[in-house]
């Protein structure tokens, strides 16, 4: 195989001890026969592949960090073959391709070239997606700890959120419509999934699958914090979805409304507020996994 590699790296996430996995991942690559370029800005990769002749040559992007990483990939690069290197907290999309913390497995995927197409998601027409989406409370703690973001975002920077969240957020209800439905549902809760998987690795959706053309939603009618609590207990034992008011069902298009701005968040990212419209993009990104 011959071509080039562009590898976006998260400045934070290729540090430390992640700088060996970018070194091997390099090192890789050069011995398929692959040229790897490195780039920390990405105002930088934008500009060369802003040449038609480069990006013919192109074998795919690489996005060396988290889950935040991916989604800059797929929404400053639409329509390029893209993989992962997995840098981040949660690696969420990389596990569910398969590909490790390890920069020789990486490459070699690269040099297999095995490709698949998977589903895209966006929200309000603008911000892509991969993995889910959320309003309600869950979006509200996401977006109280990228208020106070310095640096890179771990698991403990998610406990004052959650408790801030627990004690202050309100279950605006919430109307979700499907489709063409005129009659919405309501909700103190609204998840939307692409992927059978989140943070802490929660089973909102196990039936998910990103190659159907189909968003996985979830909505979770009852509000309080009681009922939260009570809703997060059975999530963890996989019995939500038995629970006469969580409602399950598939869509390709989803707009929820609220008589108040009620914060929005996709892949754990904050995307503003209702009234927020999702749709599905199938078989719109080509990935590189084993």
Same mark, same amino acid.
């Given at each position: 195989?011959?071509?080039?590699?562009?590898i976006?790296?998260?400045?934070?996430?290729?540090?430390?001890?992640?700088?060996g996995?970018?070194?091997?991942?390099?090192?890789?690559?050069?011995?398929?026969?692959? #040229?790897?370029?490195?780039?920390?800005?990405?105002?930088?990769?934008?500009?060369?592949l802003?040449?038609?002749?480069?990006?013919?040559?192109?074998?795919?992007?690489?996005?060396?960090?988290?889950?935040?990483t991916?989604d800059?990939?797929?929404?400053?690069?639409?329509?390029?073959?893209?993989?992962?290197c997995?840098?981040?907290?949660?690696?969420?999309?990389?596990?569910?391709?398969?590909?490790?913390?390890?920069?020789?497995?990486?490459?070699?995927?690269?040099?297999?070239?095995?490709?698949?197409?998977?589903?895209?998601c966006?929200l309000?027409?603008?911000?892509?997606?991969?993995?889910m989406?959320?309003v309600?409370?869950?979006?509200?703690?996401?977006?109280?700890?990228?208020?106070?973001?310095?640096?890179n975002?771990?698991?403990?920077?998610?406990?004052?959120?959650?408790?801030?969240?627990?004690?202050?957020?309100?279950?605006p209800?919430?109307?979700i419509?499907?489709?063409?439905?005129?009659?919405?549902?309501?909700?103190?809760?609204?998840?939307?999934?692409?992927?059978?998987?989140?943070a802490?690795?929660?089973?909102?959706?196990?039936?998910?699958?990103p190659?159907d053309?189909?968003?996985?939603?979830?909505?979770?009618? #009852?509000?309080g914090r009681?009922?939260?609590?009570?809703?997060?207990?059975?999530?963890?034992?996989?019995?939500?979805? #038995?629970?006469s008011?969580?409602?399950?069902f598939?869509?390709?298009?989803?707009?929820?409304e609220?008589?108040?701005?009620?914060?929005?968040?996709?892949?754990?990212?904050?995307?503003?507020?209702?009234?927020?419209?999702? #749709?599905?993009?199938?078989?719109?990104?080509?990935?590189?996994?084993?």
């Amino acid at each position: 195989m011959t071509g080039w590699v562009a590898i976006q790296r998260n400045p934070t996430s290729g540090s430390g001890r992640n700088r060996g996995v970018l070194l091997d991942l390099v090192r890789r690559l050069k011995e398929h026969g692959l #040229r790897p370029r490195l780039f920390s800005r990405r105002e930088r990769l934008g500009d060369v592949l802003a040449d038609p002749r480069r990006r013919d040559e192109l074998v795919c992007v690489v996005a060396a960090g988290g889950d935040g990483t991916v989604d800059d990939v797929i929404n400053r690069y639409p329509g390029l073959p893209m993989t992962v290197c997995p840098l981040g907290t949660e690696n969420l999309f990389a596990k569910y391709l398969g590909l490790p913390r390890d920069g020789r497995s990486v490459a070699d995927a690269i040099a297999a070239g095995k490709t698949r197409q998977l589903d895209l998601c966006t929200l309000n027409g603008e911000q892509r997606f991969a993995i889910m989406a959320s309003v309600g409370f869950d979006a509200d703690v996401v977006h109280r700890t990228h208020s106070r973001r310095r640096g890179n975002i771990s698991k403990l920077s998610y406990v004052r959120p959650i408790l801030e969240s627990f004690a202050g957020y309100r279950y605006p209800p919430l109307r979700i419509y499907a489709d063409d439905s005129p009659e919405p549902l309501t909700g103190g809760l609204a998840i939307v999934s692409n992927l059978p998987m989140y943070a802490m690795r929660l089973p909102f959706a196990r039936s998910a699958v990103p190659d159907d053309g189909l968003l996985d939603v979830r909505v979770f009618e #009852r509000p309080g914090r009681g009922q939260l609590l009570r809703y997060a207990w059975s999530l963890v034992r996989n019995r939500h979805e #038995r629970l006469s008011h969580v409602h399950s069902f598939r869509a390709k298009r989803i707009r929820i409304e609220a008589d108040e701005p009620v914060p929005a968040q996709a892949d754990g990212d904050p995307a503003g507020f209702t009234p927020v419209e999702i #749709r599905v993009l199938p078989a719109e990104l080509t990935v590189i996994a084993p």
